[in-house]
């Protein structure tokens, strides 16, 4: 499924931003996370790294879907096993991922060690049942870094939609 970009500046009727942010551990970027009656959407916007390209004036925009049915897994799997070790109770050892299926979505769950910069740790998030924009291959994916998780507040915010 091929999407199209949301204008966070001019949202369509029946969706909503919930929170703008700054994307910690993406140097100038902000997180915008919006919703609609049954998707969750990441967006990620930073300096537009060539000015022909962008997606909007000096712009570069990063947009991933995930159904909202899918949140509560998210921090239940982020929390109870990716950021717990298997003694604590968190996924094996030797593993770094969790997958599932939600509202007929492909999605995972893994550690990312190098999330947005070298040994920086964070998650990364998976649908591959949806297409990345303006592309008819691939996957999307959002990479969030601890820091943004905890610090920055997004899993607070995500608990909000629940």
């Given at each position: 499924m091929v999407i199209e970009m949301l204008n966070t500046n001019d949202?369509?009727?029946?969706?909503?931003l919930v929170s703008?942010?700054?994307?910690?551990?993406?140097e100038?970027?902000?997180l915008f996370v919006l919703v609609s009656d049954k998707l969750l959407y990441l967006i990620s916007k930073g300096p537009?790294?060539?000015?022909?390209?962008e997606d909007e004036p000096g712009l570069d925009v990063y947009q991933s879907e995930f159904p909202l049915s899918s949140v509560a897994w998210f921090i239940d799997t982020v929390e109870s096993s990716i950021w717990r070790s298997s003694a604590e109770g968190g996924i094996s050892a030797g593993k770094y991922h969790v997958?599932?299926?939600?509202?007929?979505?492909d999605l995972k769950i893994s550690r990312d060690m190098n999330c947005g910069a070298r040994y920086q740790k964070g998650i990364s998030w998976k649908?591959?049942?949806?297409?990345?924009?303006?592309?008819?291959?691939g996957y999307q994916e959002k990479q969030l870094t601890d820091q943004v998780l905890r610090e920055g507040g997004l899993l607070d915010i995500l608990r909000k939609l629940l």
């Open positions: 949202l369509p009727a029946g969706y909503r703008r942010l700054p994307n910690l551990g993406f100038g970027q902000e537009s790294l060539v000015p022909s390209m997958v599932d299926k939600f509202d007929c979505e649908n591959f049942s949806r297409k990345p924009y303006g592309s008819s291959y």
